[in-house]
């Protein structure tokens, strides 16, 4: 440890060692100049809620305390610190915690799993894998917050759950007047506001209208619903659009727009009318946001509509909406979160489940309308409808680039003429590891299948499924002139993980046998499902059930069924230690990726009594044959089915013990299910009595200790004993 210029440094091993921070540390200033700087190093670094860190300086500037592990992980327990202790320190020190040696796959992450919060100070996150937000984040007062993804292997910061399940998790609300956020080296505006229609400030959300290159977070939930009297009906006006599009990063932080009222008869309609540019040097970047309720209403023909953006050329990741969008004109492209993924566009783990409807020859799908990019982890669950000579599909209208690892369980409804599929309504590209189940049925003269409406000649389907009784359609594609190698499964099948030949169900997909069809594991939220500890005395009947279930957090109704027990303490009945192994619960796409954690079961043995039979003899004789019973069996066992062995009653009195109460105890016996103890009335079962005439001599010896004896006769007399010549004078 050096302590030198205002610097205390503990380094522990960088690729194995774990530095212990449990006292005080304090590089503070309180005498005037500037706070020090503390750093805590190692492979891990553990912090004790009772550890005391300061850099904190009366006429200065707060220093920094900089923690520098290969990962770290915030949480109530089981972490590398609690999310109090955490907060405590902030309030006496600037924080940093970096990860980036750790730079291997599947480390290097900063997982925040427990409530923070701070009013002054800043908290500095850097991974060099990925910054995962699963608790509640509340930067009050001056507060600020720096977060740096990517150090060493080109991550992303990545909030889960949350809002996505309305838990309480997955969000960085900004309760101050003077926060400041820096993303990556980027200072971001933090907008708190819904603004007013024809804003023109740069720090509302209709104000990012005004500068399209910039840098915005949310830092706390919008209610949209005054949009529905903006603009004389026409609600909130979007941001870009296809000659000015929006090319800079809006960042939700968990958080969520509702009731949000657009109708216009723009060529993009959505939240953001054109995001990104198909020139590789302006992009756009849009995720973390979820728009709740409201409508999406594009009135012009050959317009591209969506809930999020109208036409994406840019990156949406961890995206989702509820809202409910239409496209009224001919020829619309009408997604129920993008209207038209464009050739430069990605989505990516996103989703949407509001009813989406398109006129005639629209491209209409419950997530995108027209697919020109990419869709990777990705599903949509609302209903579709379209018009005459539409195609229109449960995920995507018309696909023209790539779709892998999505699925879709809308119905979906087109009309004369038209093209209907329960993942695409036409495909002339790529479709792989997807599936569909929402009921397709069209009119007159359409094209209608279980997975596509029509498979062109370019279109390349594999490794793919649609539910034939759940879609009624036999068929997996109406017309096909591609490759198609997809599989139509019963409802039974399709809703069991062996059907899904070469899908990754580890980190990709997760399934409940029986009870759904394949989710996307990232984006359920973990939940660990612990049995909790039992013990029984043995009483020779089997054990069966549990005792209850612990939860790593607070579930909501999205975790189903209830809890269920197996392992090697079903049917337990002997002595010794069992496994309580817990199962029987499973949720839907909107709650968790569950694990479970095995309890123990303690069967404790019974206790057998030997009791003694009493007995008494005179002193100077030998002792009888001693008898007595074993008691306690339990669970119909006797004596001889219980136990092994060959019973004893002893004593250590022998003839020379003095009058007194003894001992009897049993003993000899084995048995698997019982400990054996003593009854209290062993302790005096014997009594050796004095002869009687009461001689000389043995009154003499019986003043002399006796070890053997539980207590003596002789000593309790209280008469004089007088020695005459070379006899004894009795009273």
Known sequence: MANRKGQIVLLAGMAA??????????????????????????AHVH????????TLAADGKTGTWLIDPHDYTIAASGGDITGSALSSHLGSSSVTILS????????????????????????????????????????GGSAGLVLNTAAANGADLGVRGGTVNALPGGRVDFTGGSNTLTIN???YTIITTLGMAGDTSTTSLQGIANNLTGYYALGSNIDASATSTWNGGAGFTPIGDFATPFTGTFDGLGHTISSVTIKSAAADVGLFGYAGDDAPSAPSTIRNIGLLGGSVIGTANNSNVGSLAGSNDGTISRAYATSNVSGVGDGNAVGGLVGSNCYCGTITLSYATGTVTGDTNSFTG???????????????????????????????????????????????TVGASGYAGGLAGANDDSIT??????????????????????????????????????????????????????????????????????????????????????????????????????????????YAGGNGVTYSRLPNANLLGAPTYGGTSQGATNAGSY???????????????????????????????????????????????????????????????????????????????????????????????????????????????????????????????????????GALTTHVVQIVGSGVRLP
Do not use: C
């Not at 060692?17 to 503390?38: H, K, Q, Y």
């Not at 912090?47 to 300061?54: C, M, P």
């Not at 480390?107 to 701070?118: E, L, R, Y």
């Open 433 to 542: 590891q997807t599936y569909a189940t929402g009921r397709v049925t069209g009119d007159a003269g359409s094209s209608i299948g279980g997975l596509v409406g029509d498979n062109l000649s370019t279109g390349n389907i594999g490794s793919s499924y649609w539910d034939t009784a759940a879609t009624g359609q036999p068929q997996g594609a109406g017309t096909n002139a591609g490759t198609f190698i997809a599989t139509g499964l019963s409802t039974a099948s399709a809703m069991a993980q062996g059907s899904y030949a070469g899908w990754n169900f580890t980190t990709t997909w997760r399934n409940y046998d029986g009870h759904t069809y394949p989710l996307l594991k990232n984006l359920l939220i973990p939940l660990t499902i612990t049995a909790s500890n039992a013990a029984k005395t043995y009483d020779g009947v089997a």
């Open 185 to 187: 080296s980027h200072p």
């Open 100 to 139: 980036s040696n750790g730079g291997a796959a599947g480390s290097g992450n900063i997982n925040v799993n427990d409530a923070v919060s701070w009013g002054a100070n800043t908290l500095t996150l850097t991974a060099a894998n990925n910054i995962n937000i699963n608790a509640v984040m509340t930067a």
């Open 17 to 42: 060692g774990t530095t212990e921070v449990g006292g005080t540390l304090d590089a503070s200033a309180p005498n005037g100049g500037d706070g020090g700087f503390i750093e805590t190093s190692g």
């Open 366 to 412: 419950g997530l995108v309308g027209v697919n020109a990019g990419s869709v990777t982890q990705a599903y949509a669950t609302g209903a579709v409808v379209a018009g005459t000579g539409a195609a229109a599909g449960g995920l995507v209208g018309d696909n023209k680039a790539t779709i892998t690892q999505s699925y879709a369980t809308g119905a979906v």
């Open 579 to 713: 496994t309580i192994v817990p199962s029987g619960y499973w949720s839907n796409q909107q709650g968790y990726d569950i694990q479970y954690v095995s309890g123990a079961l303690t069967v404790n043995p019974a206790t057998l009594l030997f009791t003694a039979d009493a007995v008494n003899r005179l002193y100077g004789v030998a002792n009888p044959v001693f008898t007595g019973s074993v008691t306690g069996f339990v669970g119909g066992d006797t004596f001889a089915s219980a136990t092994a062995g060959t019973l004893f009653w002893t004593s250590l009195a022998d003839v020379n013990s003095l009058a007194g109460w003894y001992a009897i105890n049993g003993s000899g016996l084995t048995a698997l299910n019982y400990i054996f103890a003593q009854a209290p009335g062993n302790a005096s079962a014997l009594t050796v009595r004095a002869p009687l005439p009461l001689g000389a001599a043995w009154l003499i010896a019986s003043l002399q200790p006796d070890s053997k004896s539980s207590s003596k006769l």
């Open 47 to 54: 912090v004790a809620d009772a550890a005391r860190i300061s």
